[in-house]
């Protein structure tokens, strides 16, 4: 069935680095747009990081020069590399996909970054 599948994650220390990487199965065609998401208990789930099929990818301010967002030649595989890493980046990070039959969510993995 259509699913993301994540990778990576883990606890790292405060200016280091960290990635993550979404696979899409095979049966998610049509990707407009692949991208990252963050969540922290208590709080909304918040952008990270976009890659669309064409145009510049967009990154949150709070991620911007640190994070770096890339996708496979196939297109069904984004990678997020993260570096000089902060204890508020500590969060779930999920996966999302958006295609013309709707948008498909990963099942999230956790980046904890300690002090």
């Known amino acids: 069935h259509a699913q993301l599948v994540e990778s990576g994650g883990g606890l790292v220390q405060a200016w280091t680095s960290l990635s993550v990487s979404c696979t899409a199965s095979?049966?998610?065609?049509?990707?407009?747009?692949m991208g990252w998401y963050r969540q922290d208990p208590g709080k909304q789930r918040e952008l990270v990081a976009t890659s669309r099929s064409k145009g510049r990818p967009n990154y949150a301010d709070s991620v911007k020069d640190r994070f770096h967002i890339s996708k496979n030649k196939v297109g069904n595989t984004v990678y997020l590399q993260m570096n000089s890493l902060k204890p508020e980046d500590t969060a779930v990070y999920y996966c999302?996909?958006?295609?013309?039959?709707?948008?498909?969510w990963g099942q999230g993995t956790q980046v904890s970054v300690s002090s």
């Open positions: 095979n049966r998610v065609t049509g990707i407009q747009a």
């Open positions: 999302r996909t958006v295609t013309p039959w709707g948008d498909l």
